[in-house]
């Protein structure tokens, strides 16, 4: 596995707002799907350096990165697509690590 891309979610408005709950068992089935490699991690947003994100994570957001690696561009863009289409819009973060995520969510948007 040589490609991969990060985005994430926010969990506690995709429960709140569409009832939808993101399980590993649903990303392993995707995963497998499109032979591509899925990781889901829980983590926080919302502060700036690690002082205060140290200092203010009871306040940060709950998010979950999934970060997807595979052998080719297209499994990947068909596992985002997929994701997509199960938990609809993403968020990318800024940088090298999101880029596929980032051009494929600008055309799902457009679609």
């Not at 995709?14 to 899925?38: F, M, P």
């Not at 997929?82 to 990318?92: I, N, Q």
């Amino acid at each position: 596995m040589s490609i991969k891309t990060s985005l994430y979610y926010f969990p506690n408005d995709l429960l709140r707002e569409k009832g939808i709950v993101i399980t590993l068992k649903d990303l392993e089935e995707i995963s497998k799907k499109y032979g591509t490699k899925i990781t889901a991690k829980p983590d926080k947003i919302g502060s700036i350096g690690p002082i205060s994100s140290i200092l203010l994570r009871g306040l940060l957001i709950d998010i979950i990165v999934i970060t997807i690696e595979g052998d080719n561009e297209e499994s990947i863009k068909a596992t985002i697509k997929e994701l997509y289409s199960k938990y609809g819009e993403y968020e990318v973060f800024s940088g090298r690590i999101s880029s596929i995520a980032k051009k494929l969510k600008s055309e799902l948007k457009q679609s």
